[in-house]
């Protein structure tokens, strides 16, 4: 379930840590007022567990890492399909007045993107972080619905739990 190389799961903890922070916050936008002290501490650890991530990233870049230069250009075709998808579903969502979706829709494409990521980076604990993030997507419309919640708030909440918990888990396997 670990990264071959530790500079991996070190930076996959910066990036993880980076954007759980980021879904604590959108989560943020509207949620009941009872969940803003977890959101913001939840965020705050996120961001911490980036900033351990990121020096032990710097104190291991020579120990090596599974990316080479194919490794690095299919990461980089990985990611601009992401960042398209999610571009252009949260433009249709937002066009037929249904913006109240898009944090659920970009949740499933982040969630999906991570299967292929998982094959190429060779680090199986991101295929259970995928499961995971896809399945919360899908679950956070009808959660919302039947709780009378903002989407944004479930859905942030949700995969920025999943993320730091992936992060930390990153995190934990550098310094054992």
């Not at 990121?54 to 250009?73: I, K, L, P």
């Not at 680090?123 to 259970?128: G, N, Q, S, T």
Request: charged share 10%.
């Amino acid at each position: 379930m670990t990264a071959e190389f530790i500079r991996d799961a070190a930076a996959t903890a910066v990036i993880l840590g980076f954007f759980a922070s980021s879904w604590f916050g959108w989560a943020l936008d509207d949620p009941p007022p009872s969940w803003r002290a977890r959101l913001i501490t939840g965020a705050i650890l996120s961001l911490a567990t980036a900033g351990a991530g990121a020096f032990y990233t710097w104190r291991h870049w020579s120990d090596g890492s599974v990316f080479d230069g194919s490794t690095s250009r299919a990461f980089g075709i990985v990611v601009g399909i992401e960042v398209a998808l999610a571009g252009i579903g949260s433009w249709y969502l937002s066009a037929r007045d249904r913006s109240e979706l898009i944090p659920a829709w970009i949740a499933l494409v982040v969630g999906v993107h991570f299967f292929p990521l998982a094959v190429l980076l060779e680090y199986p604990m991101l295929h259970v972080l995928a499961a995971l993030v896809t399945v919360g997507a899908l679950l956070s419309v009808p959660l919302s619905r039947r709780w009378s919640l903002p989407i944004s708030a479930v859905t942030g909440v949700v995969t920025g739990s999943i993320l730091l918990a992936a992060a930390l888990y990153s995190l934990a396997t550098v310094l054992v």
